[in-house]
């Protein structure tokens, strides 16, 4: 099977799940398809020797994280130096006004970018701690200390009625609960 066909199927067959995997990275949606877009273009601009979906969809899931994560250094760059280039508004837009509800993904949004990675690889892609190092170029121990920074201030961002009863050997528990919830809005 060609790349094309690979890319073909992969957009065809695969884009409504990468862009809810995305969207666990994103705010919203529109970030969501921004950052699978960015992940397809990465892994398909060059010819590469990916000749089943499978193997191209995990490909992409990797790409993803590694456009999230360069978006955010990018940002926190630009908001370093932001303020010598231009004044801030004085007022917010109508969007901030609006109460928003509190749910998994905005919660995830009140984690560092690296404390979201972790989470979301563990948790969701069901990675070890070894694995996600490896994936994202950290220590273990840096692994551990942005999971349980990230489980925390998930646990004090979401709403009382979580489970917090089914803990498992590791005592993650609610994350694990989270991380179904995330899953079936992200779908």
């Known amino acids: ?6 890319l073909e199927e992969v957009i065809r067959d695969r884009r409504s799940d990468l862009v809810g995997y995305a969207s666990l990275y994103a705010p919203d949606r529109a970030g969501a398809e921004d950052l699978v877009q960015d992940a397809l273009v990465r892994v398909f601009a060059r010819t590469r020797s990916l000749r089943t979906v499978p193997a191209a969809e995990q490909y992409v ?3 993803i994280r590694t456009a999230f994560l360069d978006r955010a250094r990018k940002d926190r760059t630009w908001r370093a130096n932001e303020h010598l280039l231009v ?3 004085a007022a917010d837009g109508p969007e901030r006004s609006v109460p928003a509800v ?4 905005a919660a995830l949004t009140r984690l560092s970018p690296r404390e979201r990675a972790c989470v979301i690889l563990r948790f969701y892609d069901d990675l070890t701690v070894a694995e996600i190092a490896a994936e994202i170029g950290v220590g273990t121990g840096s692994v551990k200390r942005y999971l349980s920074d990230g489980t925390a201030k998930l646990r004090s961002a979401l709403p009382a009625d979580v489970d917090t009863s089914d803990h498992d050997d590791r005592g993650t528990g609610v994350v694990v609960t989270i991380s179904q919830t ?3 809005r992200a779908g």
């Open 1 to 6: 099977m060609g790349w094309r066909t690979v």
């Open 61 to 63: 899931r990797r790409a």
């Open 87 to 89: 004044h801030p508004v």
């Open 102 to 105: 509190l749910d998994v993904r």
């Open 182 to 184: 995330a899953a079936r």
